[in-house]
Every structure is written in C-alpha cells, then in structure tokens.
C-alpha cells in the first residue's frame, strides 16, 4: 500500500528543491531501475509483486508491493512500468589532475535535461567518466535526465562548480578544447588521449569567460564546406561528433 | 484581431489528420519563421506590429496583426514569440536514383519528433539533402519536429513511403548502409560519396525486412573497445558520427 504521503515525497521528487533536500533522485522503469540498483543506494523500491519476483535480491531500505495502478499514482511518466525507485544522491570527488590521465567532458551552461541526459549517455559510450558542470547546467537528477541517460550514469560522474577557477587552476599541460564556428577543422589538429572537452550553451554556446581558458578551438566542418547550412548543431550531437573523432584517432 | 475559429485552425495543426486534410503546417518564432519564408508558400502570417515593421516583404495569403497576448492564445510554445505562419505542405518528387550520386539517409521507424528534427538539422549539416521515411517514421510536419529543424527544413526534403520496395528497386550498384551492434568497425570501412544510409527504430533499430537490403553493415565502436557500457547511442545521435564519418572520409 502506497500512503498519499508517499506518494507527495516521491512526487517532490521533480522540484530540484526538495532532491536536494533530500539527496535522492528517481529513476523509473524495468531497465533503468535494474542498471541503477548496485551503482547506488536504494531507499525506496515501489514495485508490482512480478517485479520483486524476477528480483529476489534486490536491495532498498524500504519496499513496497503496488499494482500498476498505485504505481501510476506516484509515477511522473506518461506510461509508467511495473517499477519506480528513489536512490540516494552519491557524493563524488574528483581531483582536476584527472585531466592528464583522461580524457573529460566540461559543460558551460547546458540547459536542457534531454541534452544532458544524451551527453551522458554519450560519454559512457567513448568511455569517458567525469563530467565538470557549470551550476547552471541542468541538473542530472531531474528525472528526465535520469531516464535520458538510459542507464550510463551508473557509470558516469557529474562534478558541478563554477568552471573558471577549475580552468585557472588546471596544470599548464592540460589541453583545454572548445567547438567554435570560427574554430580550426576537428579533422586537421592533433586530438590527445588526455584533456578537456568544453561544450557550451544550446543558444549562446561557450561563454567568454570560460572561453579564454580554452587553448585549441574546434570546429566540425560541414560538407560541402561552407555550403548555406543550419547555423549549428545540437549541443549532444556536436559533442559525439567531437568524442568519436578523439577515440577514432586515439585508438588507431 | 485573431478570431475563435481562426486559433482553433491554427490549433487543430498540432494534429496529423488536420495537417493532412489542410496540407500545411505550423511554424513559430523569428527565426525559424524568417527561415522558411520564401522556401513555402505561406498561407497565413500572424505576428506583432514590429515584426511586420521589420519584414516588410514577408507574403503570405493572409496576414493578421496581433499583439502579443492574442499570439499566445493561437500558439503552441510555452513561451510564444512575436510571430506564427501556417505554410503549405510542398510536394517533392525524388527518384531513387539520386542515391547514385548523392549520399541519401532512410529513417526505419524512427518515432520521436525530436530526434526527427534533430536528424533534419544533420542532413543539413552535412549536405544531405534527401531523406526517405517509412510510413511510420515521425511527422515532418508535427510542430515540434518542424522547431526542432532550426530552419533546415527549408533545404533538406523528406520522401514518405514504404522502404522495402524503394530497397528492392534501387540499382544493384548503390550502397546501402545501416548500423548495427554487430556490424563491422565504421573507421575501418571504405565510404563512398553517394549511396543510402538506414537508420532504424529508438527502440528496435532497422527491422528485419529492410535489414535484409543492407549491404554494408556498419558500428559505431565504443571506446575502449568492449568495455561495458550504453548498450546503444541515440538515433540522432548514431546519424551524426555516421555522417560526419561520411564526409570526413570523402572530403580527405
């Protein structure tokens, strides 16, 4: 049984607000909760009798046995699954110094949840696992970022803070990248197995502030080059395009 | 003045049955607007005084002037801006044989109206100007496909109609693309410069029938090779490194 109080928590659950005040995130669905569970700490598991039974040892502080449409009550999706579970928020660190081992993504201001979702998703791809976010990034525990990423935040980290001072304080070696229309073709610079990728806004794309900060300015061509065209591309498909033309030279 | 039935006209165009019956569509905002004026016949312009004040040569069959709450009233977008046009549906006709001199993208069922438009905007980036849809892929002509092209409607032109018979009439020496997670390594094939790239379902890729007609079977590799990881990238995403992949090869 699912009490209406339970029901308004996870609900709240949408407002950034009271996941922060919470420290927990939901996540809904057969899938994403299966890929989810084991990569973070469960307090709530809200699932029909089926569900529990294809997962006997499924772990959460709390469970509760629904039918579907109890679940449809506390649900946010459209055509809610047979499960829904609120996680608890992990706590990351990350030291900058990654930079020179790894290859990483940072985020100035992408607004969008499905964007953001879609990056993610994207970096698990090529492999990429830290993921520096300006605070006005949207945040990845909204929950259509969470189902967005399909599962990959399990195997992703997001830092947010201020960008700027991470730049300044970056070790000279680093390579800082940008995509910039006025940049220098992707396809004819040195791409490194270690550094920073900066992506920037849906409309203004990177800042200036930020931008100062960046050492090799990229740019996607487009084909035939400079025929009349769309004046960019979506923010996720820029940074694929850039992510699999690193690991394309890389791993030659 | 914008009367009852004419918002309930301009309205009724979210929906596919009235689209059809009316053959037109609906765009809103500057510049996407300002994009596809002069590329379709507009039927009907409904925007604020400033906006005619700045586009003194924009033609349409009818033109309304409004002020900014009466726009609301007809529009669609949370956040509605000073103009909206309701243009005719063009009709293209494309024979198959393109496909021997340009490259050509085929969409199997993709469904989502977002990824539709962002796949336009990709075609457009990188000089693809024909699409070919199965009956069951997303209306170009939704409203939120057609915001989602940013524009590159206007040059790109999408062909509705089953795919199998296009597939079994096409010349035996085009090329026919399509990604799958068992294909062959993308960067280790030869590309050509015309031919047909498949992209398939959100949920099921290229069904078995078209799959059949495919024969060159490609993957985008994850990196590092075999690590676990997303089980697949975004649709709209897997088109865009295909593509870019397409004209980086050809363009060297």
Redesign the interface.
């Known amino acids: 049984m699912l009490s209406k109080n339970k029901i308004k928590w996870i609900r709240s659950l949408e407002w950034k607000k009271f996941r922060k005040e919470e420290e927990s995130f939901l996540a809904e669905g057969r899938k994403l909760v299966g890929d989810l569970l084991g990569h973070f700490d469960c307090r709530l598991l809200v699932a029909t009798e089926e569900w529990y039974a294809s997962h006997p040892t499924a772990q959460a502080d709390e469970r509760i046995v629904v039918d579907r449409e109890e679940l449809s009550r506390a649900s946010l999706l459209k055509a809610p699954q047979e499960v829904l579970a609120v996680f608890r928020q992990p706590s990351y660190v990350c030291a900058p110094e990654v930079m020179l081992d790894e290859l990483c993504l940072a985020l100035d201001d992408v607004q969008d949840p ?1 964007n953001l979702g ?1 990056i993610v ?2 970096a ?4 990429i696992r830290h993921i520096f976010c300006s605070p006005a990034t949207a945040d990845l525990y909204n929950p259509k970022t969470v189902q967005a990423t ?3 935040m399990a ?1 992703v980290q997001l830092h947010y803070g201020p960008l700027v001072p991470l730049l300044e304080d970056l070790p000279a070696e680093v390579p800082v990248y940008g995509t910039f229309l006025d940049g220098d073709d992707l ?1 004819a610079q040195p791409l490194s197995a270690a550094g920073l990728i900066v992506m920037g806004n849906e409309g203004n794309g990177i800042s200036a502030e930020v931008a100062r900060h960046i050492n090799r300015r990229l740019l ?6 400079g ?5 960019s ?2 923010v ?2 820029a940074t ?2 850039v992510c ?2 690193f ?2 030279t890389v ?2």
Not at 124 to 127: A, E, L
């Open positions: 499905g879609t998703r994207i698990d791809w090529f492999g399909m599962g990959a195997r396809y996607i061509p487009n084909y035939p080059k025929a009349p065209t769309s004046e591309l979506n996720a498909v694929a395009v699999a033309e690991r394309r791993s030659r």
